[in-house]
């Protein structure tokens, strides 16, 4: 059975820095790609970050370009998410995602499997 578990998340002030981790297991991933998402209370799940498998291609939404990075460890099954220069509007449960494809995109629908998420509270 496919599981992934996110780590990482915490409580930081603004202009901090956190750095989430998903653990996949169940199977291997080294050939998909995978993704960052995010939800805020009361908003809908957005796109944070998506990496291709072999990690040569990486795509960042507008909110966060130049803050975060995403890198990935295939020998592991792990994806990161480096986050620097956080801002309260950061503050959102994270979701960690793969796809059956290679290709990384933004579209929620597109992830196969999805984490249960990690808390990230960002203080001003």
């Known amino acids: 059975q496919v599981q992934l578990v996110e780590s990482g998340g915490g409580l930081v002030q603004a202009g901090g820095s956190l750095r989430l981790s998903c653990a996949a297991s169940?199977?291997?991933?080294?050939?998909?790609?995978m993704g960052w998402f995010r939800q805020a209370p009361g908003k809908e799940r957005e796109f944070v970050a998506a990496?291709?498998?072999?990690?040569?291609?990486?795509i960042y939404a507008d909110s966060v370009k130049g803050r975060f990075a995403i890198s990935r460890d295939n020998a592991k099954n792990t994806v990161y998410l480096q986050m620097n220069s956080l801002k309260p509007e950061d503050t959102a449960a994270y979701y960690c995602?793969?796809?059956?494809?290679?290709?990384?995109?933004?579209?929620?629908?597109?992830?196969?499997?999805w984490g249960q998420g990690t808390q990230v509270t960002v203080s001003s």
């Open positions: 990496i291709s498998w072999r990690g040569g291609t990486t």
């Open positions: 995602a793969v796809r059956t494809s290679m290709i990384p995109t933004m579209r929620r629908l597109d992830y196969d499997y």
């Open positions: 169940g199977r291997t991933f080294s050939r998909n790609a």
